[in-house]
């Protein structure tokens, strides 16, 4: 099951999180799968994702209580995403926003927010 679905700010992708602890990025002209998350890349379900203002790293967070940082990474013609960042939380992290600017936005299930990781 989905459970969220974000346009990079370029438009040229498409990012879905999901139950399944997967993510996937599509290319929107072609409509063909570019690039999956190495196996289960969160320990429990994926609630949420966005885009960093370039278009080439995004983030994900999970009921693992984990925030995890992705940056594009080309091989000749081929793109794919690695991690390049991994936090954990005392809770939950259910929703997930970039600033323009790339401040991290946090919510958690506790109804908590946090700005960059730094507290409300």
């Not at 966005?50 to 983030?59: E, H, L, Q, R, Y």
């Given at each position: 099951t ?13 990012l ?19 690039a ?7 320990s ?5 994702c ?11 967070v ?52 946090c ?6």
């Amino acid at each position: 099951t989905v459970t969220r679905m974000k346009f990079s700010p370029d438009s040229k992708y498409l990012l879905t999180v999901s139950r399944d602890r997967d993510w996937a990025v599509w290319d929107v002209s072609s409509h063909s799968l570019l690039a999956s998350s190495p196996s289960k890349a969160h320990s429990r379900i994926i609630w949420d994702c966005a885009w960093f203002g370039d278009s080439s790293s995004f983030v994900t967070v999970s009921r693992d209580k984990k925030l995890k940082i992705w940056d594009e990474v080309r091989e000749e013609e081929k793109v794919s995403w690695r991690e390049v960042c991994s936090r954990t939380f005392q809770s939950s992290v259910t929703a997930v926003d970039v600033s323009p600017s790339g401040l991290i936005l946090l919510g958690f299930e506790t109804g908590d927010m946090c700005v960059d990781g730094k507290g409300r």
